[in-house]
C-alpha cells in the first residue's frame, strides 16, 4: 500500500535530523540535493514495485475491465511519487519521527476519507481538493471505475473524455502536487 510509504518516509526522514546525520553529512561536503535525491530513489524504487504489482492484478484479473493497464499505471505511479514529494514537505515540520509518522499517516488517511464529500463537488471543487494527492487519486480512480462500468474504455486517449473532472484532470493535478510539494 501506499499509505506505509508517507509514515515511514517521514519518520526516516526526521530520524536522520533528529540525530544530526544530515548536518554531519553536509560538513563533509554533501549537497542538499543529493541527500534528497538518495531517499526519492530508495522509495520510487520500492513503490514502483508495488505499483506494477497492483497494475499487473488490476489489468489481468479482469477488476478492471476496459481500462487500459498503462492509464492504471500511469494513475498510481503519479500518485507514488506525489505522496513521496508530501512525505518530503511533511518531514520539514517536525522535530519526532514517532509525531512525523503519527501525523503523516493520518492527514493522508483523513485526506482519502474527504472523498466522501468532495465526489459531488462541481469540477472547480474537485480541482481545489486534488492538491491532496490521495483526494487526486481516488476522483480519478472514481471516474475510471465509472466510466468502464457504463462499458467505455479508458485509455490515454480518453483520459480528458467527458468534460469536467476526469482521470486526465487527475493525472495533471497529482504532476501539480509533485512539484507543489517537491519545491
Excluded: H
Excluded at 9 to 24: D, I, Q
Excluded at 104 to 127: D, E, H, M, P, Q
Amino acid at each position: 500500500g501506499f499509505f506505509p510509504v508517507v509514515q515511514s518516509l517521514a519518520v526516516s526522514l526526521v530520524t536522520e535530523k533528529e540525530k544530526g546525520r544530515k548536518v554531519y553529512l553536509q560538513i563533509l561536503g554533501l549537497r542538499t540535493s543529493p541527500f534528497w535525491l538518495s531517499w526519492a530513489i530508495i522509495y520510487c524504487s520500492l513503490i514502483t514495485l508495488s505499483v506494477i504489482v497492483m497494475t499487473v492484478l488490476l489489468s489481468t484479473t479482469g477488476t478492471l475491465s476496459n481500462v487500459n493497464g498503462g492509464v492504471v499505471f500511469l494513475l498510481l505511479f503519479l500518485f507514488s511519487f506525489a505522496i513521496i514529494s508530501v512525505s518530503f514537505c511533511m518531514s520539514t515540520f517536525f522535530k519526532k519521527p514517532k509525531v512525523a509518522g503519527l501525523v503523516c499517516g493520518l492527514v493522508t488517511i483523513g485526506a482519502t476519507l474527504l472523498f466522501y464529500a468532495a465526489r459531488n463537488a462541481s469540477a472547480l471543487g474537485k480541482y481545489l481538493v486534488s492538491i491532496l494527492p490521495p483526494l487526486a487519486v481516488t476522483l480519478g480512480a472514481d471516474y475510471m471505475i465509472n466510466r468502464a462500468a457504463t462499458g467505455e474504455e479508458v485509455s490515454i486517449s480518453t483520459m480528458f473524455a467527458g468534460g469536467g473532472y476526469t482521470l486526465g484532470s487527475a493525472v495533471v493535478m497529482l504532476l501539480v502536487d509533485i512539484v507543489l510539494f517537491g519545491i
